[in-house]
């Protein structure tokens, strides 16, 4: 059984090689999230260990709704927002996609603006393209600062 100061150096070690691959894109986001995932695993955060792996693999969800472990999940991880409706009332709502769909909605977007024939489908396209690529830096920097926050831990 690794002891404590085995798991703190494998967890340092690995914070490490994930903010590098980050910072100079070595690795696919969702392969950084999954060493994330290995990390909060390793040191006993189960709550952060769930996250990574829902980055990873999508937050699941019901047609009745999302229940409340992974709808908590999603707010840690800065995927609720609100939305004002048409009657006035302001709604939260989650974005459930994992990280390798948002990048295939973005490449798809592309290759859908080199033969859209009309200004509207490349409105909609483009729009696509920027709303997920937000929400893609978004988790990126989500994943960045946690494995900041564990080197941090570690000095």
């Known amino acids: 059984m690794p ?14 090689q994930g903010l590098r691959e980050l910072e100079l894109s070595e690795a696919s986001l969702s392969s950084i999230a999954l060493k994330a995932s290995r990390i909060a695993r390793i040191s006993g955060d189960h ?4 996250i990574m792996l829902y980055e990873v693999g ?19 991880a800065g995927r609720v927002y ?20 948002m990048e295939s909605i973005i490449l798809a977007n592309k290759e859908l603006l080199k033969c859209a024939q009309y200004p509207v489908e490349r409105t909609k396209a483009s729009n696509a393209i920027t ?6 830096g978004k988790r990126r920097s989500f994943i960045y600062q946690y494995l900041r926050r564990q080197i941090k831990g570690q000095a």
């Open 3 to 16: 002891s404590k100061l085995d798991i703190s150096k494998e967890a340092l070690i690995l914070a490490e």
């Open 47 to 50: 709550e952060m260990q769930n």
């Open 58 to 76: 999508g937050y699941p969800s019901e047609p009745s709704g999302v229940d409340k472990e992974v709808w908590n999940a999603a707010e840690r």
């Open 82 to 101: 609100r939305k004002k409706e048409e009657d006035g009332e302001e709604k939260s709502y989650a974005k459930l996609e994992s990280i390798e769909s």
């Open 131 to 136: 709303s997920t690529a937000k929400m893609i």
